[in-house]
């Protein structure tokens, strides 16, 4: 969670949702720039990888300068530029347009499985981002209300993943880059909304009512206080 979404929320005299929990679009717009800028270097140049990865990385550099002028944190920003390099390596080694695009599919696949095992040891990562957003730690899951809403939750971001798999895992095997960019593009912030939105939904819809909201852990065998009349759980 950035600084600035908790003094906007704060400002509007509102609670926090997932999405500014979450970090809400930048991220996920940033990351479709790099992509977008190495199909466009590889086109114009008659589809050199060089000249691709070249225009990936440039980019890929002022989007990150671009980011910690604006204070967002430095270790999500290297993280990023993290990730284009590595596919930049890999682009170099192979010589294949189609691999600038295989780290994002592996990751993926790694993180649809990670999400997974998550909800079934009932440590819901929804839940460990958001508690740790809220400086929480693991109190979150001695509130069953709450272990059970992130769990709910958690199955929309696994889902993401896998829908990721499916799309882009046919399109790397038949070499379709601009259709891999597109994919790329339409399966990053507006897939992020969508799983905002359910997510949040789902674990506003698992609370029962009463429940104080996602601030305020409700430990087993605890009576829970019933919100103020006109306020907004969460």
Request: include cysteine.
């Amino acid at each position: 969670m950035t600084g600035t979404s908790q003094r906007d929320a704060t400002a509007v005299g509102r609670p926090e949702s997932l999405a500014d929990l979450l970090g809400g679009r930048r991220g996920a717009v940033d990351a479709t720039v790099p992509p977008v800028a190495f199909t466009v270097g590889w086109l114009l140049a008659g589809r050199s990888v060089t000249v691709g990865v070249i225009t990936a990385l440039t980019v890929g550099v002022l989007v990150a300068g671009w980011r910690l002028r604006r204070g967002h944190r430095p270790r999500s920003v290297l993280v990023g530029l993290l990730a284009v390099c590595v596919a930049a390596i890999v682009v170099v080694r192979t010589g294949r347009a189609e691999d600038f695009f295989l780290v994002q599919l592996l990751a993926n696949a790694a993180s649809a499985l990670v999400w997974a095992v998550s909800i079934v040891v009932r440590w819901p990562l929804l839940g460990v981002v958001v508690g740790a957003a809220l400086g929480q730690r693991g109190r979150w899951r001695r509130d069953p209300a709450l272990l059970r809403a992130y769990g709910r939750g958690s199955w929309v971001w696994t889902a993401t993943y896998v829908l990721r798999v499916a799309v882009f895992l046919p399109l790397y095997l038949s070499g379709q880059v601009l259709a891999l960019t597109a994919a790329r593009v339409g399966l990053t912030w507006p897939l992020v909304a969508t799983a905002l939105a359910l997510s949040w939904a789902l674990v506003r819809r698992a609370l029962p009512a009463g429940h104080p909201g996602l601030r305020h852990p409700v430990p087993a065998g605890e009576v829970e206080t019933p919100p103020p009349a006109g306020a907004v759980r969460g």
